[in-house]
């Protein structure tokens, strides 16, 4: 069964990078696009960054474009997200995603982990 | 930047029909999914490309996209169903809306 387990959440200064990473089991991860969403405390889904299959391409939201770089390493499953300059806004709970049709939609979801970035 | 809108809230009594909008300029020429998520749970993928449902999804939950808006639609809403959903698109960037919450009184 497909598995996303994200880990490397924590407590962090503003200013400080943190480095996400999400393990991926039970399915092919070399063929899919990944996704990184976000949700603070109490709000809604934020679209963070996807990453193509290849990591060839990779887009991302403007309030972390500069700052945050996703990547992943297909020989051992794993997708990354490397966030530097944080800030108290980053605060939220970061989930990995599967991508499907493209990027169009996400069909399984990690578990999340939390990032929290003090005022 | 391309932007989605969704009411706030929604309430349906149980058994009832339940229909949460997201609104988005020529969203109809998109796919459009949705997501569900209950408190302190990760989003669950119940619609994809419109109207489509992944296995292990009810048959009461359907969707449509046309114009500008995007409707998902649960029938017989039971209060299993009480929770966040939120709708996605792909505009040159992942877009979420702001999420309903689906109240079953």
């Known amino acids: 069964q497909v598995q996303l387990v994200e880990s490397g959440g924590g407590l962090v200064q503003p200013g400080r990078s943190l480095r996400l990473s999400c393990a991926a089991s039970?399915?092919?991860?070399?063929?899919?696009?990944m996704h990184w969403v976000r949700q603070a405390p109490g709000k809604g889904l934020e679209w963070v960054a996807v990453?193509?299959?290849?990591?060839?391409?990779?887009y991302y939201a403007d309030s972390v474009k500069g700052r945050f770089t996703i990547s992943r390493d297909n020989s051992k499953n794993t997708l990354y997200l490397q966030m530097n300059s944080l800030r108290a806004e980053d605060t939220a709970v970061y989930y990995c995603?599967?991508?499907?049709?493209?990027?169009?939609?996400?069909?399984?979801w990690g578990q999340g982990t939390l990032v929290t970035v003090p005022s | 930047s391309y932007e989605l809108t969704q009411p706030p809230s929604v309430s349906v009594s149980p058994g009832q029909t339940a229909s949460i909008t997201c609104s988005g300029d020529?969203?109809?020429?998109?796919?459009a999914c949705w997501y569900q998520q209950k408190p302190g749970q990760s989003p669950v993928l119940v619609i994809y490309?419109?109207?489509k449902r992944p296995s292990g999804i009810p048959e009461r939950f359907s969707g449509s996209n046309s114009g500008n808006t995007a409707t998902l639609t649960i029938s017989g809403t039971q209060a299993m169903d009480e929770a966040d959903y939120y709708c996605?698109?792909?505009?040159?960037?992942?877009?979420f809306g702001g999420g309903t919450k689906l109240t079953v009184l």
């Open positions: 990453i193509s299959y290849d990591g060839s391409n990779k």
């Open positions: 995603a599967r991508g499907r049709d493209g990027y169009n939609y996400c069909d399984y």
């Open positions: 020529k969203l109809g020429d998109k796919y």
């Open positions: 490309q419109n109207n």
């Open positions: 039970g399915f092919a991860f070399s063929i899919y696009a």
């Open positions: 996605q698109a792909w505009d040159s960037r992942g877009v």
